[in-house]
């Protein structure tokens, strides 16, 4: 399993960083205007869109390594959460495209988006 | 084949330069939110867009010149990811890649100049110099910078290899880098890279880097390396702005797509 690559100060994110929390749940509307709801998962899900800028040629081909180890949105790695520490064992990246800018010498940018799957 | 040219300056693009890698992956969700994932590993692409400014004449006409010879989209040709080390497998020198001479043994898990454990140590117990290279598909007339970490238990002279060049560069006791830029034969559709280690002599090294440029960049890890041919253009038109004399500005979108 590929393990996600921190940067060279050992920080996996850069602000402005955002985690989203997502529920999954379904709404029936009846005519009277009630409604009955219900959850149609397990828990929530998480993701987090890491935008990274001023990366070195490393660092970059560090991610670009990662996402070729992952096959893109394939593979799953456990990946640990910036904001509390905690280990979630079944994470993927969002999208099978990684677009990464050298705008000059060690000033590399890219955006991942890491999304806990089901199960 | 047809390669792509490198710039007057030996570099092969101009910042700022956009690569995006996309690989194809089947998911059939679930409606509890799970999902069932199968990679196509053949469905693999990878798109640069090089942008050039202040371009000099001779330099647009090897531009246009190659647009001509490939026919826009029609033809494939070798291109060299700028921001690749070319070698495969450049973090593990027992993977058949690498060629070694017979007297030449080598030994992984040597503690690394980057705090790791990813140097290789090369022992040469023959009588002559042992070498450690790989050749690859690319142009014998480009401009290539060979470089690498390296350490020796005593001063030892490594000799360095691209192409027809070959030079000798003292290895200290403590970790530094040796570079070497040079060319092949320009006629020739392949270049070898090597590291050769004088009898006797036992020497450490890291972080093995070829790029197809005249200096050596910071060092980037590789396994699959950064020679792709078959690459072909995006577009079928090449848009040439000119800002002054003997300076022209443009871009060129490449794409390399495994299953093509």
């Not at chain 2, 010149?65 to 826009?72: D, E, H, K, T």
């Not at chain 2, 530094?176 to 392949?190: K, M, P, T, Y």
């Amino acid at each position: 399993m590929a393990t996600f690559p921190t940067l060279k100060t050992h920080a996996a994110m850069q602000y402005p960083a955002t985690r989203q929390v997502r529920y999954q749940n379904q709404a029936l509307r009846f005519l009277d205007g009630t409604e009955q709801r219900y959850r149609d998962c397990a828990g929530p899900l998480l993701r987090w869109r890491i935008p990274l800028s001023l990366l070195d040629e490393g660092e970059v081909a560090a991610i670009e390594q990662f996402f070729a180890d992952n096959q893109g949105a394939f593979g799953s790695f456990a990946f640990t959460d910036p904001w509390d520490g905690t280990v979630h064992p079944n994470c993927s990246l969002e999208t099978d495209t990684l677009q990464t800018t050298a705008s000059g010498e060690m000033d590399g940018a890219t955006v991942l988006t890491v999304v806990e799957n089901r199960g | 084949m047809l390669v792509y040219p490198q710039l007057g300056t030996g570099a092969l693009s101009q910042f700022p330069f956009r690569t995006v890698r996309r690989t194809r992956t089947v998911v059939n969700a679930a409606l509890d939110g799970s999902s069932v994932k199968v990679a196509d590993a053949a469905g693999a692409m990878t798109d640069w867009t090089l942008g050039y400014t202040a371009l000099s004449d001779a330099e647009l006409a090897a531009l246009e010149q190659f647009f001509a010879s490939a026919q826009g989209t029609l033809n494939g040709f070798t291109f060299l990811d700028p921001a690749a080390n070319l070698l495969a497998w450049s973090g593990t020198l027992n993977q058949p890649a690498w060629v070694r001479d017979p007297q030449l043994s080598i030994a992984g898990g040597v503690a690394d100049p980057a705090g790791g454990s990813a140097a290789w140590s090369l022992t040469n117990s023959g009588a002559a110099p042992q070498a450690i290279s790989q050749t690859l598909p690319a142009p014998g007339g480009y401009v290539y910078c060979l470089s690498a970490y390296a350490r020796a238990t005593s001063a030892t002279a490594v000799t360095m290899v691209v192409g027809n060049s070959q030079a000798g560069r003292v290895v200290q006791t403590q970790w530094s880098r040796i570079v070497l830029a040079g060319s092949g034969d320009a006629s020739a559709a392949e270049i070898g890279f090597g590291l050769q280690v004088p009898a006797g002599a036992q020497v450490d090294v890291f972080g093995v880097q070829a790029e197809p440029q005249a200096g050596a960049s910071l060092y980037k890890p590789s396994t699959t390396g950064g020679v792709y041919q078959n690459a072909r253009l995006r577009d079928d038109q090449l848009a040439v702005t000119t800002t002054g004399l003997s300076r022209h500005s443009c871009t060129v979108n490449i794409t390399y797509v495994n299953h093509l």
